[in-house]
């Protein structure tokens, strides 16, 4: 080999191990799509279905009904009457003694089946006893929706140690109709992965041109 296609060599091949370096500091910092785990389906009355240990807090009735409305499985139920007080009932997943570390954002599917099209309820998401993220829902909405709470600005994009959530139904006081909320599913979303390990694989592919390099060197030094 001449010298100067040695030297092109070595330049390329230099190269290719410090884009390669570069190309797997931007992998690792740059995590996967996360998905979702499971808090509670209410496939059971008795307990979560999921992470946590299910309890209920406030004044107001809390059932399960089984399909239909849901075609899966049970949805949990909140209601009361117009005496009931006070007007906040709770759904309580405690994570504790070994609390939970995850992406803070929950997904709640639910639908608010209040009778009065005009008395509106409000679902609030409450995590470990403080940061909490409401929506109020019209009365007699049509079908589930799909809730996100991103509690990413109380608790950073990272992840985040929850000990306790609460999902909370706070009802209208002094309404005329029923009052019920039906909870179909609820999830927290998983700490993402690192990227996938083809790209660390192709990042870290520029580690056998470095080795090959060095072969050449302890050769040519021989001669």
């Known amino acids: 080999m001449s010298v100067s296609t040695y030297?092109?060599?070595?330049?390329?091949t230099t190269f290719r191990v410090l884009f390669s370096a570069v190309?797997?500091?931007?992998?690792?910092?740059?995590?996967?799509?996360?998905g979702f785990i499971l808090i509670d389906h209410f496939t059971s009355a008795a307990g979560s279905d999921g992470l946590g240990a299910r309890s209920v807090a406030g004044t107001g009735f809390?059932?399960?009904?089984?399909s239909p409305p849901d075609p899966i499985g049970y949805v949990e139920m909140i209601s009361g009457g117009a005496a009931a007080t006070p007007t906040l009932t709770?759904?309580?997943?405690?994570?504790?003694?070994?609390p939970i570390v995850v992406t803070p954002v929950f997904r709640i599917r639910a639908e608010n089946t209040q009778e009065n099209l005009t008395e509106t309820g409000i679902l609030r998401a409450?995590?470990?006893?403080?940061?909490?993220?409401?929506y109020t829902l019209n009365g007699n909405q049509p079908d589930?929706?799909?809730?996100?709470f991103n509690f990413s600005s109380q608790f950073g994009p990272g992840a985040a140690v929850i000990s306790e959530l609460r999902v909370?139904?706070?009802?209208?006081?002094?309404d005329t109709g029923a009052r019920q909320l039906w909870i179909d599913l609820i999830e927290v979303q998983e700490v993402p992965?690192?990227?996938?390990?083809?790209?660390?694989?192709l990042a870290s592919g520029g580690g056998g041109f470095a080795a090959y390099r060095r072969r050449r060197k302890a050769s040519a030094s021989k001669k």
């Open 7 to 12: 030297w092109l060599f070595e330049k390329m």
């Open 126 to 134: 409450r995590v470990n006893g403080g940061a909490n993220i409401s």
């Open 62 to 66: 809390v059932g399960f009904n089984p």
């Open 168 to 174: 909370e139904w706070i009802r209208p006081v002094g």
């Open 193 to 201: 992965e690192p990227a996938t390990l083809a790209l660390i694989g």
């Open 144 to 148: 589930y929706a799909d809730f996100t």
């Open 23 to 34: 190309l797997l500091g931007l992998v690792m910092a740059s995590p996967a799509q996360a």
């Open 90 to 98: 709770s759904l309580v997943y405690s994570f504790l003694p070994s």
